[in-house]
């Protein structure tokens, strides 16, 4: 059974960089079909995905334009897990994040985030 | 990117009554890559359907889904108490993913 375990600071400061690490048990963050999501939630926003990671061959990462070119996912096979890097955050950052897991076959059957991580709350401020 | 338009924003029942929730998307969406959540206050969202229809494991069978293209609907045959709750669409036809903006089930 996958579970996944987030650390990492609850309290960041403006124009800082936010990260977070998901290690993973159960499974490999190398696996062929399985991808490695972050989302976070917010009561104005709601769910809100952030980005993935997943081996097909070779590593692909994808990233929500809310934040593509402030975001980074990488993973870290030597430890499994993968982490979540969220730079010059803003007040509307605060939210709280989660690791998913999603599961697939081929590039076209989704079987949905069944995996989550407990949530950080991070929060943004001075 | 395929924006998810949930309706209503907010559904006012009773116990035991039926709740429909729709997902319209801004264009077609592959029933395998469309799934619902639920979540609660407190707590991460838990996985409901995956495939537009298919339940996920241990889902009771009072929940199901529907819809093909651009709409999708999410039904509680009978809400329990413990139904209520805010749900959301969510597909992964195409990158980005999305979310929807969530429908709240609220007790009448």
């Known amino acids: 059974q996958v579970q996944l375990q987030q650390s990492g600071p609850g309290l960041v400061k403006p124009s800082q960089t936010l990260s977070l690490t998901c290690v993973i048990s159960?499974?490999?963050?190398?696996?062929?079909?399985?991808?490695w999501n972050w989302i976070r939630h917010s009561p104005a926003r709601g769910l809100e995905w952030l980005g993935r990671t997943y081996y097909r061959s070779k590593w692909y990462n994808e990233y929500a334009l809310s934040v593509k070119g402030r975001i980074t996912i990488n993973p870290d096979t030597s430890k499994n897990q993968f982490s979540l890097q969220l730079n010059s955050v803003t007040p509307e950052d605060t939210a709280v994040y989660y690791c998913?897991?999603?599961?697939?076959?081929?590039?076209?059957?989704?079987?949905?985030?069944?995996?989550w991580g407990q949530g950080t709350t991070v929060t943004v401020s001075s | 990117e395929i924006v998810l338009t949930q309706s209503p924003g907010t559904l006012s029942l009773s116990p035991g009554e039926r709740a429909t929730l729709s997902c319209r998307a801004s264009?077609?969406?592959?029933?395998?890559?469309l799934a619902w959540y639920q979540q609660k206050p407190g707590q991460a969202p838990r996985l409901l359907i995956y495939g537009a229809s298919s339940r996920a494991t241990g889902i009771p069978d009072r929940f199901s889904g529907s819809g093909s293209a651009t709409d999708f609907t999410l039904t509680i045959s009978r809400l329990e108490p413990e139904d209520f709750a805010v749900y959301y669409c969510q597909q992964s036809d195409s990158s980005p993913l999305t979310f929807g903006g969530g429908t709240k089930v609220e007790i009448k």
């Open positions: 159960g499974d490999s963050v190398s696996s062929n079909s399985v991808a």
């Open positions: 998913a897991t999603e599961a697939s076959s081929g590039w076209y059957v989704s079987y949905g985030m069944d995996v």
């Open positions: 264009q077609s969406v592959a029933n395998t890559c």
